[in-house]
């Protein structure tokens, strides 16, 4: 290469260089991992639990929880014979690639085909912090109202995926789900949308398909 041609590198911040060493390790691991991202009461928890319970014997499943204070959620899960590693975040209000690296090293990756990280419950800033994870999930559910997309986009159009919880709610608060279909896909054309209601289990066949077909087993 000719001397007088400037080579740009992309300087990653340092927390882009540890998510990428993450990513490196969960791929060589052949682990999937699904950054889960929602306000609070959305049903994270709930949703992975579904997972857990709809793949037992199909995947291996392992999971992150993060949170401001508690252990509530890792209990529900630990429940359920799921490794799972608790990041209190002592008042954070998002997950940063350094913390799920310590996390990793508490988990047997080998023994792991799909990871969820439950992120700390806001719609903002986990947005804006690479893990390390192979796919984002958002979570909205039908009591936090229809207009999440005007007052959130950045989260709309960060994620893979919507998952549009506790739609059994659907007949009793006024949410035009049809316009908020329309306005997820406008902000981000190609984002795959599920409508699930763990309480009746609508959607979840759906849900837990496309979860397959991300971490094909080996
Ligand atoms: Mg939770
Ligand atoms: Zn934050």
Not at 85 to 106: E, F, K, M, P, W
Not at 118 to 128: K, S
Not at 143 to 170: M, N, Q, R, T, W
């Amino acid at each position: 290469m000719p001397k007088d041609i400037p080579v740009i590198e992309q300087i990653l911040s340092a927390n882009d260089q540890i998510a990428e060493q993450n990513r490196e390790r969960l791929a060589k691991n052949r682990v999937h991992t699904i950054n889960i991202m929602a306000a609070p009461g959305a049903g994270k928890t709930s949703l992975i639990l579904s997972a857990i319970r709809g793949l037992r014997g199909i995947r291996r499943i392992g999971v992150i929880e993060g949170d401001v204070a508690s252990d509530v959620d890792s209990v529900k899960i630990r429940q359920e014979g799921i490794p799972v590693v608790q990041i209190n975040t002592g008042g954070g209000c998002h997950l940063d690639a350094s913390q799920i690296r310590v996390a990793l090293d508490q988990l047997p990756l080998n023994e792991i085909d799909l990871l969820f990280i439950e992120n700390v419950g806001n719609l903002i800033c986990p947005v804006g912090f690479d893990l390390g994870e192979q796919t984002r999930l958002a979570i909205t559910s039908i009591p936090e109202g229809d207009d999440k997309p005007y007052k959130y986009p950045s989260i709309f159009h960060e994620v893979d995926a919507l998952v549009i919880s506790k739609i059994d709610l659907l007949p009793y608060i006024p949410f035009n789900i049809v316009e908020y279909r329309r306005l997820v896909r406008s902000i981000k054309p190609e984002i795959q949308l599920f409508e699930v209601s763990v309480v009746t289990g609508d959607g979840l066949a759906e849900w837990l398909e496309w979860l397959k077909t991300l971490s094909p087993r080996t």
